[in-house]
């Protein structure tokens, strides 16, 4: 009779087993990041995020843009998409959450392309918002070899998004640390008095965290150069506005992507998390 009342307990019936409905003022817009390895097992990068947003009741948008081109080109995409989906839904303005170079490109679009209006707050995850050294690393390859991988890149960029074309060693140069600090950040300032968030994010070398070991290499550089990192970005960098707090997630795993089961309990709590920040905090 134990026994079988411990099997009963684990099929006990919870009251309401659906999703927590969660409230914010304003819908989600997700911007993701450089690149499109998402998108090649995904309908976008960060559509996991955004379809987790809906089981829990929140409004969200999660849209694809050229996966491979400058700043300036993917905030043009971005703020046409902001404004598609305020025009379709009838919302005046969207929370965006933006991952890694996204980042970068909704601040010049705030800075540049008066889209503020339609912006309720800007939150920034893993953008390396000083550059990372990764794409230093990757600029120093010699230069037979980086052309060569370019062509096939942008080729591939142009393939999965003809609406662009894509220019994947211009993106590279517009993340290396003396571009963004030098010439990016003194030309896109904060708007004062808009709510700009950001969240870093560290596993590996220097943290308590496992790291897949493909990333190792460049995660060992980068640390070399910038301290704790995601094996893309380091903790410094993604600071910018006010700093939420540095989260136990990779690069990849932000966005779902080879989220072990040791992960992806912080997987799920970032992404709801942080919803229920922006919830709390009245937007």
Known sequence: MADGNALLKRFKLVEFPQPEILHTKYPIFLCHGFGAIGSLV???PLNDPCMLMREHGIPAFAPNVVPYAPIETRARNWVRLINKVCDDHGYDKVNVIAHSMGGLDMRHALAHLDIEDRVASLTTLATPHRGTYLADLILKTPEVITEKLSDVVDWFGDSVYPRE???VLSSVEQLCRGYIQDE???DNPDIEGFPYFSYSAAVGK???YSLNPVFLFQSTQIFAQENINDS?????SAKWG???GTIALSHMNQINVQVGKEAKPRYYDFWIGAVKRLADMGF
Do not use: A, C
């Open 184 to 186: 990016f950040n003194p």
């Open 165 to 167: 074309k894509s220019e």
């Open 42 to 44: 995904k309908p976008s």
């Open 206 to 208: 220097g943290t308590n």
């Open 242 to 244: 006010i700093h939420l």
């Open 232 to 236: 893309f970005v380091s903790v410094d």
